[in-house]
């Protein structure tokens, strides 16, 4: 059996029926449509549904498609920076998808500027390195296997305060998240 895992992204409207119930809802309608619990893997940069790639074709519908975005397209829209570089791996415009996930390099000692998203939420899981997200006059440590979730609107700033680069993700809930710099 195969060790290989692709990345598929289940793009569908349960994620419009609100953010605190849109991962249970697409658990549930991926129950009723299969009649099986989809396989969670655990990836190197993401948890992830690791749906079989038959299982795919069984299931796909008018109003469910897989929308697959391998690793060298995503890399071709890579921004670089001083402060590290940011891959986004789904979004309105790449994928379709409701919701949009980057992976985020943060160069060691080097922190993102201080920003907002007003339509979104924000989670941060960090995958290697130590950071530190202020988040108004709170301030967290982050480590490996920590995740931290940033309501829409208030402002934050990710600041890596390890010795080596650290990554991680960071998941929003719009498809089409605003960045305002503060």
């Not at 895992?5 to 793009?11: G, N």
């Not at 998808?97 to 939420?121: C, F, W």
Request: hydrophobic letters at 35%; aromatic letters at 6%.
């Amino acid at each position: 059996m195969s060790q290989q895992i692709t990345l598929y992204l289940l793009v569908e409207s349960v994620f419009h029926r609100g953010r605190a119930k849109a991962l249970d809802s697409l658990h549930r309608e991926w129950e009723k449509r299969t009649m099986r619990e989809p396989e969670v893997q655990i990836g190197n940069s993401s948890i992830i549904w690791f749906l079989p790639t038959a299982a795919m074709r069984e299931t796909e519908s008018k109003d469910m498609k897989v929308v697959h975005i391998p690793a060298s397209e995503a890399e071709k829209e890579k921004t670089m920076s001083q402060w590290g570089s940011l891959v986004w791996m789904a979004n309105q415009r790449l994928s379709g998808s409701s919701v949009a996930v980057a992976r985020l390099i943060l160069t060691a000692g080097q922190s993102g500027k201080s920003h907002r998203h007003p339509n979104a939420d924000e989670v941060i899981y960090l995958f290697r390195g130590m950071v530190d997200v202020r988040v108004g006059e709170e301030t967290t440590r982050l480590q490996p296997g920590d995740a931290l979730t940033v309501p829409a609107d208030l402002i934050h700033r990710i600041e890596n305060t390890g010795s080596e680069d650290a990554e991680m993700t960071l998941s929003y809930s719009s498809g089409d998240r605003e960045y305002v710099a503060t």
